[in-house]
């Protein structure tokens, strides 16, 4: 191997373009799952973490084959191996805009006790048929959006490393670069701040560079020594992505579950990290979460699949029911195999989670085992949706909707029955809402790939509401549906109430 000569070292600020959750592995009694935090008490971000999202991104964008990477990275095997000669700090939180928690202080920060109640997000799994399954509810601990993190990372190469330095710098600010878990679920979005990010390349042949490498500091509140603004270069990628640009019919709800003092269901909401020159405040959004337009999504890719497919209910299930009147058992795997997490777009598209039961699905009705085209194995999504925040200048909440249950036989209002809710709508601040996907990989079944801008056409068409209560009228949606493919830019569709499809 050539001796290692250069060292190309940057210190990179990150600002959480969503919220973002990277797991301590602990849970408490009231959350299921905790951030993972330092010795103050505030988020981070761990070396490990960073790490393996940066190998897997430039394996994803096609920048590196795996040997290749494996040299740089290092591996490990029975008979030999290699030592990494990339290196990255963990990444650190900035409790002002200057100062970032390093070491152990004893300082007590005012906000720390908002560190202590971070926001919760909570999940429930749906079933095939729209409904929450048993035992799907859970929730974790997020890390606010606006929290701005720094890390070092550091490449031991020679002269001829340039061109790898460049696409691990492109990388990190590539749209796949996302940390922490829930990275499909609209959590892990990182926004690079260039011009506060900082670079060098020392050659250590050279004394003066040498010298500068040795007395290089490895505290991140110190400033790099003869450091260059970071270029930011966003890294080049023949995968696709679509944007959504949708505006809604009248009103629409994403819930949190609970009321307020006025009404017993409202909009979900969630507060944003504002840095100011002595610390950091917050402020209210609504929000969108990206894995309620995900769970919609996934849904409708299903049905579309199987229309593509041929594939219909009439033929595929036996019909009729029990004299219990419940759906036979022989239906129940069938529709387990063709709907949900069993069809095969859903899983090329949304990945697969552990421990499901396909595999028995399929021996226990080997009548439809070789119609069957999907797999039993665990796999990544590979659709990347962002949560979406809404200011108070741009979305109204104060809406109500209320509601009474009527006795059939009287015709009149039933005790105790009165509910209400909040609904939100655009103000004249905003008159659209962006959702924006990306695909991390490219070779994507073409099936799969038409049932996904099928489902996205329907949304445009005001055919699939998003968000809660879509029953009573909330939710629809109109608007234009753009492919982005590299530099290429196609509208494919774009359609408004009253208006036909162009």
Not at 120 to 135: D, F, L, M
């Amino acid at each position: 191997m050539n001796k290692l000569t250069h060292r190309y070292i940057a210190r990179i600020v990150l600002e959480a373009d969503t919220a973002l959750f990277v797991g301590s592995g602990e849970g408490s009694l009231l959350k299921d799952a905790l951030v993972a935090k330092d010795a103050n008490g505030f988020p981070i971000l761990p070396g490990t973490s960073l790490t393996g999202v940066l190998r897997h991104a430039l394996l994803d964008t096609n920048q590196f084959l795996e040997k290749e990477l494996n040299h740089i990275f290092g591996y490990q095997n029975r008979s030999e191996g290699l030592g990494s000669r990339v290196i990255l700090s963990n990444g650190h939180m900035f409790v002002s805009k200057t100062k970032i928690s390093e070491g152990l202080s004893l300082d007590a920060h005012e906000n720390l006790t908002k560190m202590d109640n971070l926001p919760t997000r909570q999940h429930v799994r749906i079933s095939a048929k729209g409904a929450a399954e048993k035992g799907g509810l859970f929730d974790n601990e997020v890390v606010y959006k606006g929290v701005q993190f720094i890390f070092e990372i550091e490449l031991k190469g020679t002269a001829d490393d340039k061109d790898t330095w460049n696409k691990l710098l492109a990388t990190i600010s590539s749209p796949l670069f996302r940390i922490g878990s829930g990275t499909r679920n609209g959590y892990g979005s990182l926004k690079v701040l260039a011009d506060r990010s900082k670079q060098v390349i020392w050659d250590l042949s050279q004394k003066e560079h040498f010298e500068l490498y040795l007395k290089h500091p490895t505290s991140l509140s110190t400033a790099l020594a003869d450091g260059e603004n970071l270029l930011k270069d966003d890294a080049e990628t023949s995968l696709m992505s679509y944007t959504l640009a949708l505006k809604p019919d009248d009103f629409f709800i994403f819930s949190e579950g609970n009321g307020d003092e006025d009404v017993d269901n409202k909009p979900v909401a969630e507060e944003v990290l504002v840095y100011t020159d002595h610390g950091f405040k917050f402020e209210p959004y609504t929000l969108i979460p990206g894995s309620s337009i995900k769970g919609a999504i996934a849904h409708r890719v299903a049905y579309h699949y199987n229309d593509l497919k041929g594939r219909y209910s009439e033929e595929l299930l036996s019909g009729g029911k029990t004299a219990e009147g419940k759906i036979h058992e022989k239906d129940k795997v069938i529709l387990a195999l063709f709907t949900g997490s069993g069809n095969k777009a859903v899983q090329d598209l949304f990945g697969l989670g552990s421990g499901n039961k396909i595999g028995e699905n399929i021996n226990n009705h080997k009548g439809h085992a070789t119609a069957f085209d999907g797999t039993d194995e665990p796999s990544r999504g590979h659709v990347i949706i962002d949560d979406i925040y809404l200011s108070e200048e741009e979305v109204d909440n104060t809406k109500i909707f209320n509601h009474v249950a009527i006795d059939r036989f009287t015709g009149g209002a039933m005790d105790n029955m009165l509910f209400s809710e909040k609904v939100s709508h655009l103000t004249g601040e905003k008159d659209e809402i962006i959702i924006r996907l990306h695909l991390d990989k490219a070779d994507i079944d073409p099936a799969s790939i038409q049932a996904l801008e099928n489902t996205l056409l329907d949304i445009t068409k005001g055919l699939l509401p998003l968000g809660g209560m879509t029953t009573k009228g909330h939710g629809m949606f109109t608007g234009t549906l753009k492919k982005i493919f590299g530099t290429t830019e196609e509208t494919i569709s774009t359609y408004h109430t009253n208006q036909e499809k162009s």
